[in-house]
């Protein structure tokens, strides 16, 4: 689950910082009411990104490798669902972010997302595979030997699956790149976070927000740009269920 902390939304003027940064934060961040966007919500958001991206910035994106993406966090979806009914029965109950799970609960859902992705088509299994494959370098040190096994098994359906993609290896690692860079944008954006940001490896990307109105310099996309995702609210207003839901629209 991520969560978007309701709040005063003042636009914060100090430097930019690394985008996992404010993501983290916001994360972290403890208030009375929030917004809760499941990971497969967030991953939806991601595909779209996906597929408004310039060719230069990375490599093609067709709508197969946006559906790829899109699915990349699907394994999510039966955690965030029995959440969703613990929160609704409870109301006083503290949501959890993803970024709280743990490792057996992120293992399982970073397995299932890419047996979802797998099952889509071939390259999907690769793309998803390589992605948590290196997402589970960057974790806890004290968690990352205890992924040695699931980087093992993953090289190896990696193996299998080569031969039933067409990419040729550049062209892979430029779509793995896309893939991340889409998802902690796609956090970024669904966590409400209002600090200045950058993003990017090799080309260094500053977002800034006023409102709803974010600015990319330099621009990724092929033109300007409405964006939506969906939300929860928590606790859930009493007898007006109609309010208990929202759609975050986003012009970047």
């Known amino acids: 689950m991520v969560l978007y902390p309701i709040a005063d939304q003042k636009n914060d003027t100090s430097p930019p910082v690394p985008i ?3 993501v983290e934060e ?13 990971q497969p919500a967030h991953a939806n958001l ?10 230069d910035f990375f490599a093609p994106i067709d709508e197969t490798v946006s559906r790829c ?6 394994g999510w979806s039966m955690a965030d669902a029995e959440q969703i009914h613990s929160l609704r029965s409870n109301p006083k109950l503290q949501p959890r972010s ?3 799970a743990s490792f057996e609960e992120a293992l399982q859902a970073w397995t299932r997302s890419i047996e979802t992705a797998e099952k889509f088509e071939p390259v999907g299994g690769y793309l998803v595979s390589s992605h948590f494959a290196q997402l589970s370098q960057r974790v806890d040190p004290q968690s990352k030997a205890r992924f040695e096994a699931f980087r093992k098994q993953e090289t190896v359906r990696r193996q299998c699956l080569r031969s039933m993609v067409q990419q040729d290896e550049k062209t892979l690692e430029l779509l793995i790149d896309a893939l991340q860079f889409c ?18 490896r090799q ?3 500053l977002v800034t927000r006023k409102g709803e109105e974010y600015k990319l310099q330099p621009s990724p996309f092929k033109g300007a740009c ?3 995702f969906s939300a929860l609210r928590h606790p859930a207003p009493t007898g007006n269920k109609r309010h208990s839901g929202a759609t975050f629209y986003l012009n970047l």
């Open 69 to 74: 993406i899109a699915l990349h966090d699907a």
């Open 46 to 55: 991601a595909g779209e990104l996906a597929s408004a991206l310039r060719e």
């Open 226 to 228: 409405q964006f939506s």
């Open 98 to 100: 993803f970024v709280d």
């Open 183 to 200: 998802d902690v944008l796609s956090l970024y954006l669904c966590c409400g976070s209002t600090r200045s940001v950058e993003i990017g």
């Open 26 to 38: 916001s994360q972290k961040q403890v208030t009375p009411e929030c917004w809760l966007v499941t």
């Open 203 to 205: 080309r260094k990307i």
């Open 20 to 22: 996992w940064n404010a």
